[in-house]
């Protein structure tokens, strides 16, 4: 199978493409390796990609038209996978732009590269801030979500409208996943983790928002991979939507397309996440204690019914288990000795 990953050098496409490549698969690996976070962490990700025969890279915006189509066209993908994104929600506050030409014009430029290739399944990834004011939980995927919190939210809400359309017009099966607070080993340093971790390692303070009453819907990336390989052969059919116990399907009545979150509906608090961190560094965090940020909510939780019924899985990996891989991978990898 021929898979084109945007998005390769990131916290998640690297994880992909590793897993695929391990598989057999060929993998040609597309991203603009933007400063938005160290780049050298992004490099050292493809590095190992790179390790691969089954691997090509494309270093390119998403923004540059023909470049992304003529990557696209020289793989011949059986199946795209379109991870990159500009991500953060606390950076949308600072640097909108960046977001409405990655996400939104970067995303028209793959869905009109995708129309022309025709792959067999195209793959879009959302994400749980979608359901913005939603205060019914757990989200479910036939939940609306209108009412987004950031611009970040509204982008990737425009970019799962954007995929639908061109699904209905030219027949393109697509599955857009909503991800649920991913983490674990290669994560990115703007994630609360990884900043976390670092600050206790060296005895810093961490700022701990909404005065620790938040609560996230944790996903270990081990099991985020999982569940987009298993969502790969899972091709939507107009007019042939599954039975979900308890719930609805999210097939469109007029295209080859649906929404399904990823996450194993399992919220963890934040202070019980900290303790975690603690138990697994092996030292107290100094708590600095604020109040919400702009365009936090208080609470994601994933309804995974959908999921479960799609591929007979969830994420399962607990949070102990997957901070405390973190840490060995942190230690491995910014700590001599």
Same mark, same amino acid.
């Given at each position: 199978m021929r898979v084109f990953i945007t998005g390769s050098a990131g916290f998640i496409g690297f994880h992909l493409a590793r897993r695929l490549l391990d598989s057999g698969h060929l993998?040609?690996?597309?991203d603009g390796m933007t400063p938005y976070y160290d780049?050298?962490?992004k490099r050292k990700r493809h590095a190992i990609l790179a390790r691969s025969n089954g691997f090509r890279a494309h270093e390119a915006l998403l923004e540059d038209k023909d470049a992304l189509t003529r990557a696209v066209a020289d793989c011949e993908p059986d199946v795209i996978v379109h991870l990159a994104a500009q991500a953060g929600v606390r950076y949308s506050l600072e640097h909108p732009e960046t977001y409405a030409s990655a996400n939104l014009t970067g995303t028209f430029n793959?869905?009109?590269?995708?129309? *022309?290739?025709? +792959?067999?399944?195209?793959?879009v990834a959302s994400t749980s801030s979608v359901y913005g004011g939603n205060q019914k939980m757990p989200f479910r995927e036939t939940d609306a979500a209108d009412h987004p919190l950031t611009l970040y939210a509204a982008t990737k809400k425009a970019g799962e409208a954007m995929s639908h359309s061109y699904a209905h017009?030219? *027949?393109? +099966?697509?599955?857009?996943?909503?991800?649920?607070?991913?983490?674990g080993p290669w994560g990115r340093p703007d994630?609360?983790?990884?900043?976390?971790?670092?600050? @206790? *390692?060296?005895?810093?303070?961490? #700022? @701990?928002?909404?005065?620790?009453?938040?609560?996230? #819907?944790?996903t270990y990336i081990d099991d985020l991979v999982e569940a987009i390989v298993r969502l790969i052969p899972v091709t939507p059919r107009k007019g042939e939507p599954v039975a979900v116990e308890g719930a609805v399907d999210s097939l469109s009545p007029?295209? +080859?397309?649906?929404?399904?979150?990823?996450?194993?509906?399992?919220?963890?608090g934040l202070l019980p996440f900290i303790e975690t961190i603690e138990r697994c560094v092996g030292k107290p965090a100094i708590r600095n204690m604020l109040p919400m940020q702009k365009g936090d909510v208080v609470e994601t939780f994933a309804d995974?019914?959908?999921?479960?019924t799609l591929t007979g899985y969830v994420p399962e990996t607990t949070v102990e288990d997957g901070v405390r891989a973190f840490v060995e991978w942190y230690r491995s990898e910014y700590r001599a000795g």
């Open positions: 993998v040609a690996g597309y780049v050298s962490l793959l869905l009109e590269a995708a129309r *022309e290739a025709k +792959p067999a399944h195209l793959l017009l030219w *027949e393109l +099966p697509t599955t857009c996943f909503r991800f649920f607070t991913v983490y994630m609360a983790l990884f900043k976390f971790v670092s600050a @206790v *390692e060296r005895g810093a303070p961490i #700022d @701990v928002y909404g005065e620790g009453r938040m609560r996230r #819907d944790f007029v295209a +080859p397309w649906r929404v399904v979150n990823i996450g194993g509906g399992q919220p963890v995974a019914s959908l999921l479960r």
